[in-house]
């Protein structure tokens, strides 16, 4: 049940996976945006530095007459400091696409800085233009470089000067950078959908509202929906104000029709009774005994079809307790010729979901029946079950019916002693009535040593 709850479509759980889906989408794209904008911004700065450290080179260093080229003399220490991160040379082209190291800084000491295989391909396609890379160190130290061909006064071929310097600081700025924002926005997106779940539960409040308002309705404890709801849903309510005055309309037409034929049918079968007295004999007394049959079967599916009509309707609840009391009462005068004590029990606020007529022809049956066949003690119970139901369990201490019997009884006019007054549509009459209420009847064992009948009803909560 829990899974099938789980994957029934929700317009909360909708609203929140799209809203809070987009927010966060949107946080992770702005969260890359922002670390690429920082890790270009500081790589941009760190090109300006070795752009700057080029153009020393370039503009202090000197051709002889020899050829031979003379670098300037940089006051930058960490390039005169042995594997220090900061490095230079000056190289130029060979053949075969590689480059012959000229003059390189002190830092480097026996080492050089290992440029890419096209890089040569790459200063010559755009002369004068300066070409950034990454590179590692004599130290395999990751290094950002840049290089960059100039040919010199005397020079006879182009020089390529190449500088380089750790990058590490600056990686690990960028490492903090983003795990910064990443927590930030992490934050950021939790708060968001946080704000997104309260916002559609704000937001749909009054759809809960209305839910509630029918759930009140169905169980009887108001005739209509009357809450004041958004211009959205106004015309909803109003709607199904409508649909309900029109089913209550359609309900009172059922009984209107239903007591009309009831009058139909009852003042024929009366005549006939009348005239049946008047005339005495063998044909009077089968006409009396068919007559009667024939009204106790017309009084009973009258009495069916007005509860399938009742059923139909909305906002009917009747006190379980008041019922019970004024059945016991009236049935302790009936059987008051034998020691019947009739024990009831139900708590004040307990209501049942329909008219009361139906309920005094429900439990009145079944009391009816247990007072009929009971020696001395008849028990009832009122209690309970959910929201939705609650469970009425008649008991008595008379001779019971075994399980084979149970399934007869119910069967319309059934009677399993025909000696006993009576009908036999009083059960058959509590399982017809029960049924149009969605309701059940079973039969057990009594502890008092008779029959239990137990009819699960519905319920109107208080």
Not at 109 to 119: G, I, K, M, V, Y
Not at 140 to 163: D, T, Y
Not at 257 to 284: C, F, I, M, Y
Not at 436 to 443: K, Q, T, V
Request: aromatic residues 4%.
């Amino acid at each position: 049940m829990t899974l099938e709850v789980f994957h029934r479509p929700s317009l909360v759980r909708r609203l929140v996976f799209l809203a809070a889906g987009w927010s966060l989408a949107a946080l992770f794209a702005s969260a890359l945006v922002m670390v690429l904008l920082f890790q270009q911004s500081g790589l941009r700065r760190f090109d300006q530095n070795l752009a700057e450290l080029i153009d020393n080179l370039v503009a202090g260093s000197t051709i002889k007459s020899d050829g031979s080229v003379v670098a300037p003399a940089l006051t930058d220490l960490r390039a005169l400091r042995a594997y220090s991160g900061k490095y230079w040379q000056i190289a130029q082209p060979s053949d075969g696409g590689g480059i012959r190291i000229l003059v390189r800084s002190r830092s480097l000491w026996d080492s050089e800085l290992r440029a890419p295989a096209n890089l040569v391909s790459r200063l010559a396609a755009n002369p004068g233009a300066p070409v950034s890379f990454d590179a590692r160190g004599p130290l395999s130290e990751p290094l950002r470089a840049r290089a960059s061909q100039v040919k010199l006064p005397n020079g006879r071929v182009p020089l390529i000067f190449m500088v380089g310097e750790d990058r590490r600081d600056l990686d690990r700025d960028i490492r903090s950078f983003t795990t910064a924002t990443a927590i930030v926005l992490l934050l950021l997106g939790a708060g968001l959908v946080g704000a997104v779940v309260i916002q559609v539960r704000v937001g749909l409040t009054p759809l809960f509202a209305l839910r509630r308002e029918i759930a009140e309705v169905r169980r009887g404890k108001s005739d209509q929906i009357l809450g004041a709801y958004p211009t959205e849903l106004t015309p909803l309510a109003e709607e199904l104000n409508a649909l309900m005055a029109h089913n209550q309309d359609i309900v009172e037409r059922q009984r209107t029709h239903v007591g009309n034929l009831a009058h139909a049918l009852k003042t024929p079968l009366s005549v006939l009774l009348a005239e049946a007295d008047l005339q005495p004999g063998g044909l009077a007394s089968i006409v009396t005994r068919q007559a009667e049959a024939m009204r106790l079967q017309v009084d009973h599916h009258l009495r069916r079809a007005r509860a399938a009509a009742r059923a139909q309707g909305l906002g009917e609840r009747t006190s379980v307790a008041e019922v019970l009391d004024e059945l016991s009462r009236t049935l302790g005068r009936i059987h008051s010729a034998k020691p019947m004590r009739i024990d009831w029990d139900a708590d004040e606020d307990l209501f049942f979901l329909g008219e009361r007529q139906d309920l005094l022809e429900l439990a009145g049956n079944a009391m009816e029946n247990a007072c009929k066949w009971g020696a001395s003690k008849v028990r009832v119970r009122a209690q309970a079950e959910s929201d939705e139901q609650l469970t009425l369990t008649i008991e008595d201490d008379g001779p019971g019916l075994a399980p084979d019997q149970r399934a007869a009884v119910l069967a319309r006019g059934a009677r399993l002693d025909e000696t006993a007054p009576g009908s036999g549509l009083g059960l058959s009459i509590i399982d017809d009535l029960i049924r149009s209420y969605g309701g059940s009847l079973s039969l057990g064992d009594s502890r008092l040593g008779g029959l239990l009948v137990t009819l699960i009803l519905p319920r109107a909560l208080s």
